[in-house]
């Protein structure tokens, strides 16, 4: 099966400049997931969507930080404006119910460079 | 909230030697417990995982991870690694549905 898709890749900005993500998860995934990992630290979530309505937002940056999730599929992850800080790789997930817990699916990621 | 420790933050092995990484977990009842592993430019990939029962799991690979739940802790081991090995390792616990990770263990193996 086709695994999470992510874009773009790579990308640099300047700070106070705006950057979208984007995202596919697997089909058939309910829940998807935005996680940001900065360098030496482990993953952590942004966001997390079942179908389009969101669970759980509480470690997004509000003022900056928007996602949405169309038609309960596709998803895009917006920073604007962005701070040096920002600079991480963006990692999109998607999971299905297993029967006794969720297993998540990672994409490539977006390695955000804002200088 | 639940939160992950991972002590070792980057191990240095060469190969065939035995490896193993600690995770401990916050505080107890019922925990899924997972390790991930992220090779050089690649995805985070799920190398293996406990919900219930054995405490002994098997993973892809070779790895294997046991969970003491009196301690808290699911350490990850390989009894031989190879140069293939050379990653970064995740320990992850799952909390209301959403992943809360460790801050993650460099290997690297030399031949």
């Known amino acids: 099966e086709a695994g999470v898709a992510q874009s773009p890749r790579y990308k640099i900005i300047e700070k106070r400049q705006s950057v979208a993500f984007w995202c596919n998860p697997i089909?058939?995934?309910?829940?998807l997931y935005w996680y940001q990992q900065i360098l030496g630290q482990g993953p952590k979530l942004l966001i997390q969507?079942?179908?389009?309505?969101?669970?759980?937002d509480s470690q997004l940056p509000k003022d900056r930080f928007s996602a949405e999730r169309l038609k309960g599929v596709d998803s895009t992850l917006k920073i604007q404006p962005a701070k040096l800080e920002d600079s991480a790789v963006y990692l999109c997930?998607?999971?299905?119910?297993?029967?006794?817990?969720?297993?998540?699916?990672f994409g490539p990621g977006t390695r955000l460079t804002v200088t | 909230a639940q939160s992950v420790s991972q002590h070792n933050h980057h191990v240095i092995l060469s190969e065939a030697a035995s490896l193993e990484l600690g995770c401990n977990y916050s505080?107890?009842?019922?925990?899924?417990l997972f390790w991930y592993v992220q090779y050089p430019g690649q995805h985070l990939q799920l190398l293996l995982k406990?919900?219930?029962?054995?405490?002994l799991v098997k993973g892809i690979k070779g790895f294997e991870a046991e969970f003491i739940k009196s301690k808290f802790s699911f350490n990850l081991r390989k009894p031989s690694v190879q140069w293939s090995d050379t990653a970064e390792y995740f320990c992850?616990?799952?909390?209301?549905?959403?992943?809360?990770f460790g801050t993650g263990t460099r290997l690297q193996v030399f031949p």
């Open positions: 997930a998607s999971s299905f119910w297993q029967g006794d817990a969720y297993e998540q699916y």
């Open positions: 089909s058939g995934h309910a829940t």
């Open positions: 969507f079942q179908n389009n309505g969101v669970v759980d």
């Open positions: 505080y107890g009842g019922t925990v899924n």
């Open positions: 406990y919900f219930s029962g054995d405490p």
């Open positions: 992850a616990v799952e909390d209301t549905d959403k992943l809360i």
